[in-house]
Nanobody, 115 residues
Framework: QVQLVESGGGLVQPGGSLRLSCAGS????????MGWYRQAPGKQRERVAV???????SYADSVKGRFSISRDNAKSTVYLQMNNLQSEDTAVYYC?????????WGQGTQVAVSS
């Protein structure tokens, strides 16, 4: 069983930056593909960024060049560095871990971008 706890959300002005962290508990963190998803009010949850166990990364087109995902397996933590934040980035951000058939979600952290 893996438990995921997100942190680092908050209110930021347009053009600002935030770094989200997701701390995982349990063993074998390094084998999981980790991802960040977000859900804005009235919209479906969407994938933002993913990092595999081999540190291959992929990003949604809307965040390419602005967001960066990374992981520190020694700390069982995955990060999402978010730069040049815009109002459309406002959402609840969720951490996700998957290693079939195992699939876990965090509780989410709110990110609000507003002047």
């Amino acid at each position: 069983q893996v438990q995921l706890v997100e942190s680092g959300g908050g209110l930021v002005q347009p053009g600002g930056s935030l770094r989200l962290s997701c701390a995982g508990s349990g063993t074998f963190f390094s084998i999981y593909t980790m991802g960040w998803y977000r859900q804005a009010p009235g919209k479906q949850r969407e994938r933002v960024a993913v990092i595999t166990s081999g540190s291959f990364t992929s990003y949604a087109d809307s965040v390419k060049g602005r967001f960066s995902i990374s992981r520190d397996n020694a700390k069982s933590t995955v990060y999402l560095q978010m730069n040049n934040l815009q109002s459309e980035d406002t959402a609840v951000y969720y951490c996700h871990a998957i290693y079939p058939p195992y699939d876990y979600w965090g509780q989410g952290t709110q990110v609000a971008v507003s002047s």
